[in-house]
């Protein structure tokens, strides 16, 4: 069973920099598709980035050019970069992990990111 454990959240002001992580353990993370999802309240989960086993990456628009997610295989650890927040940017972070080997997705429990304008 995979496990993620989230970290890096915090309170920030807004134009400020965070990074998260997220530690997998239970799989062969190296071929594991890796993302990160956010939830604000009151709306619906939502893909910021996601990285592919062979470095592919994809960003949804509000974010590009600002977020750099990336994986060290050797640490089973996926980071999210985030750079130039903004208040809009305030929502629990999910780390997901989804193994081409079984065909099954899993969640972290997701850390809490602010910015304060």
């Known amino acids: 069973q995979v496990h993620l454990v989230e970290s890096g959240g915090g309170l920030v002001q807004a134009g400020g920099s965070l990074r998260l992580s997220c530690v997998a353990s239970g799989s062969i993370f190296s071929i594991a598709t890796m993302s990160w999802h956010r939830q604000a309240p009151g709306k619906q989960r939502e893909l910021v980035a996601r990285?592919?086993?062979?470095?592919?990456?994809y960003y949804v628009d509000s974010v590009k050019g600002r977020f750099t997610i990336s994986r060290d295989n050797a640490k089973n650890t996926v980071y999210l970069q985030m750079n130039s927040l903004k208040p809009e940017d305030t929502a629990v972070y999910y780390c997901?992990?989804?193994?081409?080997?079984?065909?099954?997705?899993?969640w972290g429990q997701g850390t809490q990111v602010t910015v304060s304008s």
């Open positions: 990285i592919l086993s062979g470095g592919s990456t």
């Open positions: 997901y992990h989804f193994s081409s080997e079984t065909g099954r997705g899993s």
